[in-house]
Nanobody, 119 residues
């Protein structure tokens, strides 16, 4: 079955950086577009970024564009999210997702990793 395990979250000061990882198993990772989504306290799920199967195409939410970079290593079945210049508004649980459909907020997600941006 699909298994997605996120890691790399933590507490960071505003302006700091974190790199999230997502280890995928149970499916052919290299054949699927992958996504990062997040959920801030008291709010719904928010799409953050997509990457195509080869990693040659990426797209970002306006709120993170220019600060976050999504990437993947198909040989390692791993998805990444490099987050720079973090802001308090980035505080959320971050999930990697397979088959994410923003309109219906459906798809397979991991258990998430907490990112807290605070001084």
């Amino acid at each position: 079955q699909v298994q997605l395990v996120e890691s790399g979250g933590g507490l960071v000061q505003p302006g700091g950086s974190l790199r999230l990882s997502c280890a995928a198993s149970g499916f052919s990772f290299s054949s699927y577009k992958m996504s990062w989504v997040r959920q801030a306290p008291g709010k719904g799920l928010e799409w953050v970024s997509d990457i195509n199967t080869s990693g040659s195409w990426t797209t970002y939410a306006t709120s993170v564009k220019g600060r976050f970079t999504i990437s993947r290593d198909n040989a390692k079945n791993t998805l990444y999210l490099q987050m720079n210049n973090l802001e308090p508004e980035d505080t959320a649980v971050y999930y990697c997702a397979k088959d994410w459909v923003t309109n219906t907020q459906s798809g397979s997600r991991g258990q998430g990793t907490q990112v807290t941006v605070s001084s």
